[in-house]
């Protein structure tokens, strides 16, 4: 299974994006990927990571999504890899319109940084199916701007299509019905403000972030499987 | 090479060639504008007798800031030799941009500490975050990836509003600038108290890991080498802020707001990426920060280092506004900048990764043979000085020193005079709710401690502990410095400093390596602050020889003093220890119901400098309690042991606020209650209760390794008392058989919790 | 040659938790008339062309694309001469 971790110049978590993969994927090979290249074939996974892309500046991931990269993510969800956003990833891929909505100022104005107890609202899609339904993940956030916000229509339709994977149990941050984390329509595409990568080792406060690598894993397996 | 000829040196002494606006260097003389860059009359006229005839402008502003506390710690210079420097593991030791430890296995660790103290009081916000920016840029620039951050920060009480401005906008810029470039603020402390008050101060501590064979140097070397300038266009920033920190703040500082830099954090997080990639292509000859006087003070020290003379073509310099004189562009302390040199060969590799990173490379200027620093702008030699003279040949003076009336007067007071307090359930949440012993969660939860993934304790422990990727070792890390002991006693707050900077380190499984020291001190023209300033140095130094713990780097800060006095004089300690495994890492929280609490060490009635005699007393007076070497030393050796054999659940340093707030926060922070029963013969119970008697430790140990953790204690003549059991969900201390403090664990979490965003609501 | 000036504000009907704190400050020092306090970005800067149609439609452009997210955000700009 071929991983690419995106790196934009700000981008601060692909290192522990690569590390999460090496320590729990046996099946990844994981690779660095600059912002500038222009062809993702090959890939299975694409993780957009954390960090402050272009410094945030203007908007979070308002000018990542320029980057000729997203283009290629763009070609390769439509064509279904998987495609996981962490923080600044998530805000990047809303500001690509991969997916819907977009990450507000937290409302208690300030940036936020501890562990979170997050819902697993969705535990049949191809990033989760390692919870259980309704299990609750100690996954930590890190965030200054994960205040998940989109008008009644959008929610309406998230809610209808059950594209709500992450909830948060205590919400940090002024999210809309407490959205942590969301997939596109097609499933292939999620985006979560909480860090997994940074909850694989019980060294590092919690171990549940494994899974959703393992997850990703047991997908793939099924899906190459079909294809054999 | 361009060589002066008779005919620049006259229009150099004639101020021909100087920007039209510039003082001339007969004005600078006459006028004695020298004076106002902080340069003194004899000081002038040595650098006459340097060099050879008068400076000009560009000349005298170099030297002033070349000359400057910041850079040539001519006050403290005679101080800091007091120190022990080496030791087995030392690879780098001061005069670098930061030490460097070894941790075996061909890595070491590289950390230092410095101080944004006085840009810090008149832009809390940007004076915090280029003071982050700053020191991280002194770790890269040695070769050393950071990993880590801390804060040691000082403020007044917080119910000012100015003091509170202060406080949240100091964490904040703290906040931007760490979690943007993406290394962990993973510790440090905060101390309110009004001796702090329109002074207060910002130190930031960045700790990096290198393998032994990067290790750099900042040395201008090989006669014909380039040098190159990397980072974003300068421009006025900042000017004189070497001269700035090295002056008391006024009432005028506030008018000096333009000697603040902005900081840019996603600049120097391609800065770094550019510059270790650079590092790890072998190529850099040598490489230095910007940091203080930035131009001058980076190229004159490569220059000094070498033994050899650089030039700089000014033209060159990048430059973000138009029309900067010479004397601008050498002062600009414009943030994130880099000055480094190669073979001219290996250009080509440089500039593919500076473009890369999308990062401004521009040669500025050659190494040479002269000894000089000569600058040229447009065709003309603008300034030609000895770099020996720049670095080498500021005056150092040997300031008088003098006990101060308020030390002598100390010395009668006795803390026990105070009536005794009957409601200790009271004093304690009264303590537990002082903003120096409350939880500083408000302060930590904005700041990212976890990137990087290898943060396995995270802020609110003794220390923070950071993994070594690919090992089973750890760092762990911690700052501290009781400025109430070091007023009260500079020679013993200085030990206590350095001894509980080691106790946190070892309460979290680690073995104390060495330290970084940040000398926050008062005007030492004033003899009673020098006499401080001597005094800690010396406890400092002491306790330093004694644990093995030599000084690596440092920074020394003068000057802080408000409208009413100096502030408490604050040697702070940054201390790095090695965690062997990482099955050791402790933290403070109790774990386990049935576990037993063990108290090391014994109590005295040393209530000076305490928590306790402040909130209660309203005074901080007297003596503070006595450290004995030996006695801390055997402790900390203790426990290590202990550790080390898997007998210990947890442990916690106790400091301020005594025995009752230690066992209060194992509590709060493993979510589970207690009860103690403490005998402390012939004290009164608020003395044994909140005393701050050194080197105690309480352990929680499960029941099976309790008689073996006793039995070491005791052959190891550590005093030792089994004082209670963990679980319930109360905290119960009895004194002496009598019942003193019940009280819940949420109640006493509550109190702890609050306190500080109550106030800054 | 024209200079453009952009203003970027957050939709009237979208929460904006900065201007309600700068409206509470406001109101703490006295200022209790305030009302409504809304916090956008300002942005100027110059476009080189003397096409005043082109220039006003790449502006346009800009704001829908990269200068404001609409989903929070609505946009107005000046341009002049």
């Known amino acids: 299974m071929k991983v690419a971790v995106l790196v934009f110049p700000g981008s601060n978590c692909d290192f522990d ?204 397996r099924e899906r190459h499987a079909n294809v054999n | 090479m361009q060589t002066l000829t008779k005919n620049t040196l006259d229009s150099l002494e004639q101020g021909k060639i100087n920007m039209s606006k510039e003082p001339t260097p007969a004005q600078i003389a006459s006028e004695r504008i020298y004076a106002t860059m902080g340069v003194s009359d004899s000081e002038y006229d ?346 080498d040949e500021c005056p150092v003076y040997e300031k008088p020193s003098q006990v101060p009336a308020y030390y002598t007067k100390n010395e009668a007071v006795d803390t026990n005079r105070y009536e005794e307090v009957t409601d200790v359930n009271d004093a304690l949440l009264k303590v537990l709710a002082s903003p120096t012993v409350a939880s500083k969660e408000w302060v930590y939860r904005q700041y990212d401690s976890m990137v990087r993934a290898s943060t396995s304790v995270a802020p609110g422990s003794d220390a923070a502990v950071v993994l070594v990727r690919g090992t089973r070792k750890a760092l762990a890390m911690t700052t501290d410095c009781n400025g109430r002991f070091t007023y009260l006693d500079p020679y013993m707050g200085g030990r206590i400093a350095v001894a509980e900077a080691a106790r946190n380190v070892v309460c979290s499984g680690a073995e104390p390596l060495a330290i970084t020291d940040n000398l926050n001190f008062g005007n030492p023209e004033k003899p009673e602050n020098f006499w401080q300033m001597e005094q800690s140095v010396d406890g400092m130094a002491e306790a330093c020889r004694h644990f093995d713990t030599p000084v690596i780097g440092g920074n020394v800060s003068l000057y802080n003093e408000n409208a009413k006095d100096a502030i408490y004089p604050t040697p702070v300690v940054g201390m790095v220890g090695l965690v062997h495994d990482t099955d050791h890492i402790t933290t403070q929280g109790f774990k386990q119901a049935g576990d037993v609490v063990i108290l090391l060490g014994d109590t005295k009635a040393e209530l000076g400098g305490s928590e306790f005699q402040l909130v209660i007393h309203g005074v901080t007076e007297g003596r503070p309690p006595v450290l004995e070497l030996d006695t801390e030393l055997r402790l900390q050796k203790t426990v290590l042991k202990l550790i080390q054999d898997g007998l210990v659940k947890s442990a916690h340093d106790v400091s301020e606020g005594g025995l009752a707030v230690a066992i209060a926060e194992s509590a709060i922070s493993g979510g589970i209650g207690a009860e103690v029963e403490v005998s402390a013969e012939g004290l009164r119970t608020d003395v044994a209760l909140f005393s701050e008697s050194q080197s105690r430790i309480v352990l929680s140990v499960s029941p099976e390794a309790a008689d073996a953790v006793v039995e070491a204690c005791t052959q190891n003549e550590v005093p030792v008392q089994r004082i209670g059991v963990v679980g319930g969900d109360r905290i119960s201390i009895q004194v002496n058989g009598q019942q003193a403090i019940d009280v819940a664990q949420h109640e006493a979490e509550r109190v702890w919790k609050d306190a500080i965003p109550c106030l800054m609501q | 040659m024209f200079k453009a000036k952009v203003y970027v504000t957050t939709k009237a009907n979208v929460l904006d938790p900065q201007g309600a704190a700068v409206q509470r400050a406001l109101h703490t020092m006295g200022y209790g008339a305030v009302e409504d306090v809304r916090i956008g970005k300002y942005l100027e800067f110059v476009l080189e062309t003397n096409d005043r149609a082109q220039a006003e439609a790449d502006l346009k452009k800009m704001c829908e694309q990269i200068l404001s997210n609409p989903v929070v955000e609505d946009y107005r700009y000046e341009l002049e001469d």
């Open chain 1, 17 to 220: 994006c690569v590390h999460a993969v090496e320590e729990t994927m046996t099946d990844g090979a994981v690779e660095r990927v600059w912002h500038t290249t222009e062809d993702l074939t090959g890939y299975d996974l694409i993780i957009v990571p954390g960090g402050f892309s272009y410094g945030d500046y203007l908007r979070s991931g308002a000018i990542a999504r320029f980057a000729p990269v997203m283009n290629a993510v763009a070609k390769a969800a439509e064509a279904g890899v998987y495609v996981l956003g962490i923080c600044n990833g998530f805000q990047i891929l809303t500001e690509a319109g991969l997916l819907p909505g977009v990450l507000r100022r937290n409302t208690g104005m300030k940036f936020r940084c501890h562990s979170s107890m997050l819902r697993v609202a969705r535990p049949d899609t191809a990033f989760t199916s390692e919870y259980k339904q309704d299990e609750l993940i100690n996954i930590p956030i890190a965030h200054g701007e994960g205040n998940y916000y989109c008008d009644d229509e959008t929610l309406a339709k998230l809610q209808a299509n059950g594209q709500i994977v992450f909830t948060y149990d205590d919400n940090p941050n002024g999210s809309l019905n407490d959205i942590a984390g969301i997939v596109n329509e097609k499933g292939n595409v999620l985006g979560m403000m909480p860090h997994p990568e940074r909850a694989v080792s019980d060294l590092l406060g919690s171990s549940d972030g494994v899974r959703m690598f393992t997850s990703i894993m047991k997908a793939w």
């Open chain 2, 46 to 391: 040595l650098i006459c007798t340097i060099l050879g005839r008068k400076p000009n402008y560009t000349e005298i502003g170099v030297f002033s800031v070349m000359w400057s506390e910041h850079c040539a710690y001519k006050n403290s210079k005679p101080l800091l030799k007091r120190f022990p420097t080496t030791g087995e593991r030392v690879l780098m030791g001061p005069g670098e941009g930061a030490g460097i430890v070894d941790i075996g296995d061909g890595q070491a660790v590289c950390f230092k500490i410095e101080s944004h103290n006085h840009p810090s009081a008149v832009e809390p916000y940007q004076g915090a975050a280029t003071g982050v920016g700053g020191i991280i840029r002194d770790i890269f620039s040695m070769g050393a990836r950071p990993i880590a951050t801390l804060n040691s920060l000082r403020f007044g009480k917080l119910t000012d509003e100015r003091v509170r401005y202060l406080f949240e906008h100091v964490v904040s810029g703290i906040a931007g600038y760490g979690n943007c470039i993406g290394i962990p603020t993973v510790g440090g402390e905060v101390m309110f108290d009004s001796s702090y008050e329109g002074n207060p101060l910002v130190n930031a501590m960045c700790v990096g890991l290198i393998d032994h064979e990067d290790i750099q140097r900042g040395v201008a070397s090989g006669v014909g080498n380039p040098v190159y300038y990397v980072g974003p266009a300068t421009g006025r920033d900042g000017i004189h802020g070497a001269t700035f920190a090295s002056e008391e703040l006024t009432e005028e500082s506030e008018a000096k707001r333009s000697a603040v830099q902005v900081g840019d954090p996603f600049m120097e997080k391609l800065v770094m990426e550019a510059c270790l990639e650079l590092i790890q292509s072998g190529i850099v000859i040598g490489i230095q920060d910007m940091g203080a006087a930035g131009l001058t003070c980076s190229s004159a020290e490569m220059a000094s280092k070498a033994g050899n003379g650089l030039e700089l073509n000014l033209n060159e310099v990048p430059q973000r506004e138009q029309g900067m004189t010479p004397y601008e562009m050498m002062l600009s302390e414009s943030q994130e900048r880099m000055l480094f040199v190669i073979e001219e060969h290996n250009e080509p590799i440089a500039m593919e990764i500076f473009e890369r990173w999308g990062v401004i490379c521009r040669k500025v200027g050659r190494v040479t043979d002269d000894g000089r620093l000569r600058l040229v702008y447009g065709s003309e030699v603008v300034a030609d000085m000895p770099v020996r003279g720049l670095v």
